[in-house]
């Protein structure tokens, strides 16, 4: 077969690179059933965990009791943040575990297509990550995030942008110092919590 | 004459304190086949990869197929194309999702039908549904060709192509390169320590040492220049700094 193969213009953004890159990880989602669980189980053992302790704090304290939800919510909304960063360095990362960084960046593939790419599937891994937990925090404890309303929806997208910088930043700290860099991809998010105010007011 | 499908000048590469490729100049011609011989850290994988663009000189210039590496790398890569061992597709996927990606990341319109005309080609149909890690070395060879064809490249670019191959599928794998080359009348440039491969597909050898071009000819001219029989014997001389090359 020859000359039926046509490029298209390597000038620009191309939707399909960014939409192989998502391609290519919705394979590896779609064949493996410990990755999704793994995705849901952190977050939904939170909420769990959360749960319970509000439920505690309700029974022994009227004054926690009026509070009902704020820890929950936090756990929720933190974990968007967590996961969307977790979408871009472990996306990443699995590339580097199969050695096939050098062969995507042989190609036409841009860094921003990359990234965009990246980005997309951070959002799938979010929803499928947090989505069982919000929906589980509904029935278990009476507690649901959509009740937040329409300031959810920029609250949403600011924690994934917030995740999606973090990512990227240690994605460069992993191609740069290499595989040693590896844990800065579940290290580093946890460097924004203390000043986060999740669980806490910040003054 | 027409411009050469890689021309190289001046190449550099540091590493720190190490320089793994020291002023390269060479050119490669349209359509031929041409080797980069040389012992292990004599800096041919770091040369490919300059060529690649996946590794910035520290000194020097590449172009390919006309265009200038550093500024217009975008318009290249499309026309050309890599294979190497020591890169790996994603285990996990199957060799027909590998495929469909690389087809997506370069642009191929007729997809199903360039797949189906490589997994013809390179004869991979009983195994292309199966994850590629679970594949032998032979097998996952031939998936990684296809790949580096899955464009049509006008420029190959080969780090030991058959290394860990036995025999029949080495053999299996050159015939199906010189086939390749000739009806497409493409550029290879392979990096190999296997000097019958050499022998059989390249028309000129450049022989590396500490990442600098110590002789160059063809085959048969560096067999003749130094007296040998066979260009295995002309690499040992040139690896142990033996004759003509250590003049």
């Not at chain 1, 509904?138 to 507690?143: Q, S, T």
């Not at chain 1, 800065?184 to 924004?192: E, S």
């Not at chain 2, 000097?195 to 990442?211: D, I, T, W, Y």
Request: with cysteine; aromatic share 10%.
């Amino acid at each position: 077969m020859t000359a039926t193969v046509r490029q298209k213009s390597p000038v620009g953004l191309s939707f399909g690179r960014i939409g192989a890159i998502v391609l290519r990880h919705y394979y590896l989602l779609k064949g493996s059933w410990t990755r999704i669980l793994e995705l849901a189980y952190w977050p939904a053992m939170q909420m769990i965990i959360w749960g319970f302790t509000t439920q505690f704090f309700i029974s022994h304290s009227s004054w926690v009791a009026r509070a009902t939800g704020v820890l929950l919510a936090a756990v929720l909304l933190w974990d968007i943040v967590f996961r969307a960063q977790l979408g871009i360095t472990v996306s990443f990362l699995e590339e580097q575990w199969s050695r096939n960084l050098a062969n995507l960046f042989v190609t036409p593939l841009k860094a921003t297509e990359f990234a965009l790419g990246l980005m997309v599937m951070s959002i799938i891994r979010t929803v499928i990550g947090v989505g069982p937990a919000v929906l589980l925090a509904i029935p278990l404890y009476h507690f649901s995030i959509f009740e937040l309303g329409l300031p959810l929806i920029p609250f949403f997208t600011c924690l994934m942008i917030m995740g999606w910088g973090i990512g990227l930043a240690v994605c460069g700290l992993i191609m740069r110092f290499g595989a040693g860099a590896e844990s800065f991809a579940w290290a580093t998010v946890f460097g924004f919590a203390p000043i986060s105010g999740i669980y806490y007011g910040n003054p | 004459m027409a411009s050469p499908a890689i021309e190289v000048d001046g190449l550099t590469k540091r590493f720190e304190k190490v320089t793994a490729v020291d002023g390269l100049a060479f050119s490669v011609q349209i359509g031929t086949t041409v080797a980069l011989l040389g012992g292990n850290g004599a800096g041919k994988t770091t040369t490919l990869a300059m060529l690649l663009g996946l590794l910035e000189p520290t000194a020097g210039e590449v172009w390919v197929l006309g265009h200038n590496m550093r500024r217009e790398r975008a318009h290249v890569l499309p026309r050309m194309n890599f294979s190497s061992p020591y890169v790996d597709l994603p285990h996990r996927l199957s060799t027909r999702q590998n495929l469909k990606i690389y087809g997506h990341l370069y642009g191929i319109r007729n997809m199903d039908e360039r797949i189906a005309a490589l997994v013809h080609d390179l004869d991979l149909a009983a195994f292309a549904d199966r994850p590629v890690g679970s594949l032998s070395a032979g097998q996952k060879t031939r998936v990684a060709l296809a790949k580096a064809l899955i464009n049509e490249p006008e420029l190959l670019l080969l780090d030991e192509p058959t290394a860990s191959l036995d025999p029949d599928t080495g053999d299996w794998v050159r015939s199906y390169l010189e086939t390749y080359q000739r009806r497409m009348r493409a550029t290879i440039l392979l990096a190999s320590h296997n000097m019958g491969e050499v022998e059989r597909l390249c028309s000129h050898v450049l022989m590396m040492r500490q990442g600098r071009i110590v002789d160059r000819g063809s085959p048969q001219e560096l067999i003749g220049r130094y007296g040998r029989d066979t260009l295995e014997q002309v690499f040992l001389d040139i690896a142990r700094q033996q004759g003509l090359a250590a003049e």
